[in-house]
């Protein structure tokens, strides 16, 4: 049959649909859809979400072979690949908002990745200056819409004009940005949205969010947990370069007189872990209000 909301052909016997998630027996008194997919009348349409069947069967299997593939030391090692993917990928776009100019890639000689950046750019912070001032001149008339794009501007003011505070952020943003991706794919699994073969891609989306969550949890929980592990973090990049969360707890010592020390930010690393996930799952359980939200924020002159 085919989904009175979007139009996408469904399998025989299914209750929802694929594409948007729309529980069919609740769909009867809908109209055939609208040319535009992602009409205003259909986002506000928008249901809750439930933990059902699918989604228990989605979720489980992305959970057990997170585990399984990480209890094997080889696979273990294949697959961080991703969690280097994503740790890199924060940093190259933390560089360039901080107006570094950023290259990430995979390290070859000492394990990981790392992002080649090179020196601070005033013409690329003002560029990014210019970006948030178009969003606000485009948002002018939607003064929650503006609000935020002021605080998120000040914040990146606040760590822009600063050498250390700079160095902060692009030393943090590798390690925030797996756990951030990690949570950004467990809600599209849940929810079903943003995938093109949703029967293939939803369990491998679960599968690889788990997967980036465990191993950097892990990672975290070791370096207070693991002498033996905190000694050769302590050594770095081929005893030269300092790693990301050495850098974050130095330059708090020397900048504001706090000496977490690599053990301290691990574990401000771990609190701040959980936070993706329960943002995900709150965010699906409310997607109808959360929807209507994002839709007047979208909205220039709400």
């Given at each position: 049959m085919d989904c009175p909301k979007c139009g996408h052909t469904a399998a025989f016997g299914a209750l929802e649909c694929e594409r948007c998630g729309v529980i069919f027996s609740k769909a009867s008194h809908w109209r055939t859809p609208m040319p535009r997919p992602y009409a205003i009348d259909d986002e506000e349409r928008v249901e809750d979400g439930r933990i059902g069947p699918s989604e228990l069967k989605i979720m489980g299997f992305g959970l057990l072979a997170a585990i399984g593939v990480y209890a094997l030391p080889f696979t273990r090692?294949?697959?961080?690949?991703?969690?280097?993917?994503?740790?890199?990928?924060?940093?190259?776009?933390?560089?360039?908002?901080?107006?570094?100019?950023?290259?990430?890639?995979?390290?070859?000689?000492?394990?990981?990745?790392?992002?080649?950046?090179?020196?601070?750019?005033?013409?690329?912070?003002?560029?990014?200056?210019?970006?948030?001032?178009?969003?606000?001149?485009?948002?002018?008339?939607?003064?929650?819409?503006?609000?935020?794009?002021?605080?998120?501007?000040?914040?990146?003011?606040?760590?822009?004009?600063?050498?250390?505070?700079?160095e902060i952020a692009f030393a943090s943003a590798g390690h925030l940005a797996e756990f951030i991706l990690a949570g950004i794919l467990f809600y599209k699994s849940l929810a079903g949205v943003g995938w093109r073969a949703p029967d293939f891609e939803r369990p491998l989306g679960a599968f690889v969010a788990f997967f980036v969550q465990i191993h950097s949890t892990l990672f975290a929980w070791r370096l207070f947990h693991d002498q033996e592990f905190l000694e050769w973090y302590r050594q770095g990049k081929g005893g030269a370069l300092m790693n990301d969360l050495e850098v974050v707890a130095l330059e708090l010592q020397i900048r504001l007189g706090f000496n977490p020390q690599i053990?301290?930010?691990?574990?401000?690393?771990?609190?701040?872990?959980?936070?993706?996930?329960?943002?995900?799952?709150?965010?699906?359980?409310?997607r109808a209000r959360w929807h209507r939200v994002l839709r007047a924020l979208r909205t220039a002159d709400a």
């Open positions: 090692f294949v697959f961080s690949a991703v969690v280097t993917l994503f740790h890199e990928f924060g940093h190259a776009v933390a560089g360039w908002l901080l107006g570094y100019p950023s290259i990430p890639a995979f390290d070859f000689v000492y394990g990981g990745g790392m992002t080649h950046h090179g020196a601070f750019r005033l013409s690329i912070a003002v560029a990014v200056a210019c970006g948030f001032a178009y969003l606000g001149w485009l948002f002018r008339e939607n003064r929650k819409a503006l609000a935020i794009i002021v605080v998120i501007f000040l914040v990146w003011l606040f760590f822009v004009t600063s050498e250390w505070r700079r053990e301290g930010v691990a574990k401000m690393l771990i609190v701040f872990s959980v936070l993706p996930t329960i943002i995900a799952l709150v965010w699906y359980f409310e």
